[in-house]
């Protein structure tokens, strides 16, 4: 039997939510969110990618793309060379998908049978409460090609495989600049962070999130607070608000901005630059009267990559700060809550 959809759970228009989603008082969104972000000037860096071209620019850049990875550990990207086009095209793939009848969704329901995530789904992880989140998904690979499965990709809309193979080589484009920009924000060579993170063999991880409409957003959780164990996310969200991060001790709301990418620091930079950029924590929130949806693409190591601190960024003032494993024995214990 197929659990219930929390898509399913909303389309019934209940007046209240199941308890299951309903956050403990003091951690309830209108309880913690910090609503004076735009006047105190507290809201996430947004970085113009073509300055990295133009050679008077590009110092500047890096050094802007540095304070956001130490100070935020987000950002925004913005002028990354995809275009609106294909952005609207992804957005509207994965719309007509999650708008398909339950039963055809269902063909693509994932198991957790070999210990993944792939195909579509509604609990991910729950709180040690047993609260989870006001959301559905769809997981699948996008790189490297040898571990794309078309077959666990949706087969309907019919150009939901041609859109995102097209956006999955865009994205690869955008990733192999950051990683070059990060890497010369530390002042290491522009290899570096892509060399320790499996070079051409890292891979790209597709999740598309569906917050449904949401009748108590207040007490809600789209995803609970967590940071990301990839080295990287690159999410494109779509117009509808709702992803919230912690800085300063508050829960800040990112703004949207039109055909930005919000670029996140993940665990396994944080780890790689010895706590130098930091894995930013964050939360994402529900809507009363819009669906929210977003893309984010994680960015990892193949799961026998070694990950720890670089040796260039090690020295009697600067020790380890990290024990150094496999990315899949990082996941392992990340995913069953066990100490680091």
């Not at 709301?253 to 706590?275: E, K, R």
Request: aromatic residues 10%; negative net charge.
């Amino acid at each position: 039997m197929a659990p219930t959809r929390v898509q399913y759970v909303a389309e019934s228009r209940p007046q209240t939510i199941p308890l299951e989603f309903v956050r403990p008082v003091e951690e309830r969104p209108i309880n913690t969110t910090f609503n004076d972000d735009i006047g105190l000037g507290r809201q996430i860096p947004v970085i113009d990618m073509c300055s990295l071209e133009a050679p008077e620019l590009r110092e500047k850049t890096f050094k802007e793309i540095a304070r956001a990875s130490k100070e935020w550990g987000i950002f925004q990207v913005i002028n990354h060379a995809i275009s609106p086009s294909l952005f609207e095209s992804l957005e509207t793939v994965g719309k007509q998908f999650f708008q398909l009848p339950q039963e055809e969704k269902e063909a693509y329901a994932c198991t957790g049978e070999d210990g993944s995530f792939t195909g579509y789904g509604t609990k991910l992880a729950c709180t040690t409460d047993g609260r989870q989140g006001w959301s559905d998904f769809f997981f699948h690979m996008l790189w490297p090609p040898s571990l794309r499965d078309f077959s666990k990709w949706p087969q309907k809309p019919s150009s939901y495989i041609e859109v995102t193979e097209e956006y999955s080589n865009r994205i690869l484009g955008v990733l192999n600049k950051l990683l070059s920009a990060l890497s010369i924000s530390l002042e290491l060579q522009e290899s570096a962070l892509k060399d320790a993170l499996g070079g051409e063999n890292l891979e790209m991880e597709l999740k598309i999130n569906y917050y449904p409409t949401c009748p108590q957003p207040e007490v809600a959780f789209g995803v609970v607070p967590h940071t990301d164990m990839s080295a990287l996310t690159i999410l494109k969200p779509n117009d509808v608000p709702g992803l919230q991060v912690w800085k300063d001790d508050k829960w800040i709301t990112a703004h949207y901005v039109p055909n930005a990418l919000i670029i996140h620091i993940g665990d396994q930079i944080q780890i790689l630059s010895n706590g130098k950029f930091k894995s930013v924590l964050h939360r994402s929130l529900v809507n009363k009267e819009k669906v929210r949806m977003s893309w984010p693409v994680f960015c990892s190591p193949p799961l026998d990559t070694v990950i720890g601190p670089l040796k260039e960024l090690i020295d009697d003032s600067n020790p380890p700060l990290y024990n150094a494993k496999t990315y899949r024995e990082y996941k392992h214990r990340k995913i069953n809550k066990l100490g680091q």
